[in-house]
Protein backbone atom coordinates (compact mmCIF):
# COMPACT_ATOMS: atom_id res chain seq x y z
CA UNK A 1 0.00 0.00 0.00
CA UNK A 2 2.45 2.17 0.86
CA UNK A 3 4.45 1.77 -2.50
CA UNK A 4 1.19 2.51 -4.33
CA UNK A 5 0.73 5.78 -1.82
CA UNK A 6 4.48 6.82 -3.28
CA UNK A 7 3.35 5.80 -6.63
CA UNK A 8 0.08 7.57 -6.20
CA UNK A 9 2.18 10.86 -4.88
CA UNK A 10 4.91 10.56 -7.38
CA UNK A 11 2.10 10.72 -10.07
CA UNK A 12 0.57 13.47 -7.98
CA UNK A 13 3.68 15.04 -7.95
CA UNK A 14 4.51 14.34 -11.75
CA UNK A 15 0.81 15.45 -12.54
CA UNK A 16 0.94 19.16 -10.93
CA UNK A 17 4.87 19.27 -12.60
CA UNK A 18 2.77 18.63 -15.97
CA UNK A 19 0.19 20.57 -15.25
CA UNK A 20 2.82 23.72 -14.20
CA UNK A 21 4.72 22.95 -17.24
CA UNK A 22 1.05 22.25 -19.13
CA UNK A 23 0.11 26.02 -18.04
CA UNK A 24 3.98 27.24 -18.72
CA UNK A 25 3.65 25.81 -22.33
CA UNK A 26 0.30 27.15 -22.59
CA UNK A 27 1.25 30.36 -21.35
CA UNK A 28 4.47 29.93 -23.63
CA UNK A 29 1.87 29.14 -26.39
CA UNK A 30 -0.11 32.13 -25.88
CA UNK A 31 3.06 34.22 -26.25
CA UNK A 32 4.10 32.69 -29.08
CA UNK A 33 0.86 33.53 -30.77
CA UNK A 34 0.70 36.64 -29.30
CA UNK A 35 4.59 36.86 -31.31
CA UNK A 36 3.18 35.08 -34.68
CA UNK A 37 0.65 37.60 -34.21
CA UNK A 38 2.69 40.46 -34.02
CA UNK A 39 5.14 39.03 -36.50
CA UNK A 40 2.24 38.26 -39.23
CA UNK A 41 0.75 42.09 -38.26
CA UNK A 42 5.06 43.46 -39.12
CA UNK A 43 5.00 41.45 -42.32
CA UNK A 44 1.24 42.40 -43.71
CA UNK A 45 2.25 45.99 -42.57
CA UNK A 46 5.42 45.80 -44.17
CA UNK A 47 4.02 44.25 -47.52
CA UNK A 48 1.03 47.19 -47.35
CA UNK A 49 4.38 49.71 -46.85
CA UNK A 50 6.02 47.85 -49.72
CA UNK A 51 2.86 48.04 -51.70
CA UNK A 52 2.21 51.65 -50.87
CA UNK A 53 5.99 52.49 -51.62
CA UNK A 54 5.31 50.99 -55.12
CA UNK A 55 1.73 52.78 -55.72
CA UNK A 56 3.75 55.88 -54.65
CA UNK A 57 6.47 55.55 -56.86
CA UNK A 58 4.10 54.77 -59.75
CA UNK A 59 2.18 57.57 -58.76
CA UNK A 60 5.82 59.59 -58.97
CA UNK A 61 6.04 58.64 -62.29
CA UNK A 62 3.02 59.31 -63.37
CA UNK A 63 2.94 62.83 -62.05
CA UNK A 64 6.49 63.61 -63.53
CA UNK A 65 4.77 62.34 -66.90
CA UNK A 66 1.65 64.34 -66.34
CA UNK A 67 3.64 67.22 -65.31
CA UNK A 68 5.94 67.09 -68.55
CA UNK A 69 2.88 66.74 -70.82
CA UNK A 70 1.65 69.84 -68.95
CA UNK A 71 5.20 71.75 -69.57
CA UNK A 72 4.55 70.83 -73.04
CA UNK A 73 1.08 71.81 -73.37
CA UNK A 74 1.73 75.18 -71.49
CA UNK A 75 4.47 75.84 -73.77
CA UNK A 76 2.51 74.61 -76.80
CA UNK A 77 -0.39 76.92 -75.44
CA UNK A 78 1.64 79.88 -74.65
CA UNK A 79 3.27 80.10 -78.22
CA UNK A 80 -0.07 79.25 -79.89
CA UNK A 81 -1.51 82.21 -78.00
CA UNK A 82 1.72 84.66 -79.43
CA UNK A 83 1.16 83.06 -82.55
CA UNK A 84 -2.66 84.43 -82.31
CA UNK A 85 -1.58 87.65 -80.94
CA UNK A 86 0.92 88.10 -83.75
CA UNK A 87 -1.57 87.04 -86.47
CA UNK A 88 -4.11 89.43 -84.69
CA UNK A 89 -1.85 92.62 -84.70
CA UNK A 90 -1.06 91.43 -88.59
CA UNK A 91 -5.00 91.70 -89.01
CA UNK A 92 -5.19 94.94 -87.91
CA UNK A 93 -2.69 96.13 -89.56
CA UNK A 94 -3.65 94.63 -92.63
CA UNK A 95 -7.56 96.01 -91.73
CA UNK A 96 -5.66 99.48 -91.80
CA UNK A 97 -3.70 98.99 -94.85
CA UNK A 98 -7.02 97.78 -96.33
CA UNK A 99 -8.69 101.02 -95.05
CA UNK A 100 -5.92 103.81 -95.97
CA UNK A 101 -5.61 101.68 -99.64
CA UNK A 102 -9.30 101.96 -99.92
CA UNK A 103 -9.05 105.95 -98.93
CA UNK A 104 -6.45 106.20 -101.33
CA UNK A 105 -8.35 104.57 -103.97
CA UNK A 106 -11.09 106.92 -103.42
CA UNK A 107 -9.22 109.83 -103.58
CA UNK A 108 -7.07 108.02 -106.88
CA UNK A 109 -10.81 107.77 -108.41
CA UNK A 110 -11.90 111.38 -107.20
CA UNK A 111 -8.14 112.64 -108.99
CA UNK A 112 -8.83 110.30 -112.12
CA UNK A 113 -11.91 112.01 -112.68
CA UNK A 114 -10.85 115.44 -112.20
CA UNK A 115 -7.76 114.75 -114.07
CA UNK A 116 -10.25 112.88 -116.96
CA UNK A 117 -12.37 116.61 -117.01
CA UNK A 118 -8.95 118.36 -116.97
CA UNK A 119 -7.58 115.89 -120.17
CA UNK A 120 -11.03 116.55 -121.46
CA UNK A 121 -10.61 120.13 -121.27
CA UNK A 122 -7.12 120.02 -122.62
CA UNK A 123 -8.37 118.06 -125.90
CA UNK A 124 -10.89 120.34 -126.80
CA UNK A 125 -8.45 122.90 -126.19
CA UNK A 126 -6.14 121.49 -128.64
CA UNK A 127 -8.16 120.74 -131.04
CA UNK A 128 -9.83 124.37 -130.74
CA UNK A 129 -6.48 125.36 -131.14
CA UNK A 130 -5.37 122.93 -134.01
CA UNK A 131 -8.68 124.54 -135.71
CA UNK A 132 -7.69 127.63 -134.90
CA UNK A 133 -4.36 127.37 -136.26
CA UNK A 134 -5.63 125.56 -139.70
CA UNK A 135 -7.84 128.71 -139.98
CA UNK A 136 -4.84 130.66 -139.42
CA UNK A 137 -2.92 128.85 -142.17
CA UNK A 138 -5.93 128.70 -144.44
CA UNK A 139 -6.58 132.30 -143.46
CA UNK A 140 -2.75 132.94 -144.61
CA UNK A 141 -2.96 130.90 -147.25
CA UNK A 142 -5.65 132.89 -148.73
CA UNK A 143 -4.36 136.12 -148.20
CA UNK A 144 -1.65 134.71 -150.31
CA UNK A 145 -3.83 133.64 -152.89
CA UNK A 146 -5.54 137.17 -152.63
CA UNK A 147 -2.55 139.09 -153.02
CA UNK A 148 -1.51 136.69 -156.09
CA UNK A 149 -5.15 137.60 -157.56
CA UNK A 150 -4.88 141.29 -156.68
CA UNK A 151 -1.41 141.05 -158.43
CA UNK A 152 -2.59 139.47 -161.34
CA UNK A 153 -5.77 141.51 -161.25
CA UNK A 154 -3.54 144.93 -161.14
CA UNK A 155 -1.24 143.39 -163.99
CA UNK A 156 -3.91 142.70 -166.06
CA UNK A 157 -5.57 145.83 -165.41
CA UNK A 158 -2.43 147.83 -166.19
CA UNK A 159 -2.07 145.86 -168.77
CA UNK A 160 -5.28 146.38 -170.23
CA UNK A 161 -5.29 150.11 -169.50
CA UNK A 162 -1.67 150.42 -171.88
CA UNK A 163 -3.96 148.31 -174.37
CA UNK A 164 -6.48 150.90 -174.63
CA UNK A 165 -3.81 153.74 -174.63
Not at 42 to 50: C, P, S
Not at 74 to 103: F, I, S, V
Amino acid sequence: YQQLEQEHGNLMDRLQTLERDGFSLSEERTALRAELDIAKQKIQDTERDRQLALMHEKAGRDLDFVSSQLVQETAACTAAKQNYQQLEQEHGNLMDRLQTLERDGFSLSEERTALRAELDIAKQKIQDTERDRQLALMHEKAGRDLDFVSSQLVQETAACTAAKQ
